[in-house]
T-cell receptor, first 108, second 115 residues
Framework: GIQVEQSPPDLILQEGANSTLRCNFS?????LQWFHQNPWGQLINLFY???GTKQNGRLSATTVATERYSLLYISSSQTTDSGVYFC??????????FGTGTKLQVIP | DSGVTQTPKHLITATGQRVTLRCSPR?????VYWYQQSLDQGLQFLIQ???????AKGNILERFSAQQFPDLHSELNLSSLELGDSALYFC??????????????FGPGTRLTVL
């Protein structure tokens, strides 16, 4: 099945800093999504982005399906951004594969 | 609130027992997905149903089974429970009529503890 590699695995940011998280896929990307899992375990949708670029406030994402990667940008980070960020591909008739996640800690 | 509901929120049981987890998808969504999240395994896809039919299967153990009912709610049955089955179990839904796959929305999860 498809392999999903996320980097970096861990990230510590000072509040106000910017960061880029990356997902690399071993095969074609399908129904790509980014999620934020907050410290209470809730999985929150950030972007549904099979291709192209989307922005939502301080967050934006870009997927280059032909090169099998996706990027999540976080600007002006806040302590509430802390948690684990996952990307995932699949759905429809395909198995869903999640990346191993990037654990982000934003310190004041 | 994603619109996906899961019950119960917490479940504590003993090894060898059987439990049933329940999921109600968002209104209009035809697909239901089940996932297991344990500390050492990350988020693992178990199974997907679409309008009552199994559509894709992941790393689901033979001791586990699922089904989707005509009203589109789904149940995940876990039997002969082992300590290693302790995990957070998520349900997600997607796929209104005319779509394929699409954006998934997750429920709050059921935390299962096997003692």
């Amino acid at each position: 099945g498809i392999q999903v590699e996320q980097s970096p695995p861990d990230l510590i940011l000072q509040e106000g800093a910017n960061s880029t998280l990356r997902c690399n896929f071993s095969d074609s990307v399908n129904n790509l999504q980014w999620f934020h899992q907050n410290p209470w375990g809730q999985l929150i949708n950030l972007f549904y982005i099979p291709s192209g670029t989307k922005q939502n406030g301080r967050l934006s994402a870009t997927t280059v399906a032909t090169e099998r990667y996706s990027l999540l940008y976080i600007s002006s980070s806040q302590t509430t951004d802390s948690g684990v960020y996952f990307c995932a591909s699949g759905g429809g008739y395909q198995k869903v594969t999640f990346g191993t996640g990037t654990k982000l800690q934003v310190i004041p | 609130d994603s619109g996906v509901t899961q019950t119960p929120k917490h479940l504590i049981t003993a090894t060898g027992q059987r439990v049933t987890l329940r999921c109600s998808p968002r209104s209009g969504d035809l697909s239901v997905y089940w996932y297991q999240q344990s500390l050492d395994q990350g988020l693992q896809f178990l199974i997907q149903y679409y309008n009552g039919e199994e559509r894709a299967k992941g790393n689901i153990l033979e001791r586990f089974s699922a089904q989707q009912f005509p009203d589109l709610h789904s149940e995940l049955n876990l039997s002969s429970l082992e300590l290693g089955d302790s995990a957070l179990y998520f349900c997600a839904s997607s796929g209104k009529i005319g779509t394929s796959g699409g954006e998934q929305f997750f429920g709050p999860g059921t935390r299962l503890t096997v003692l």
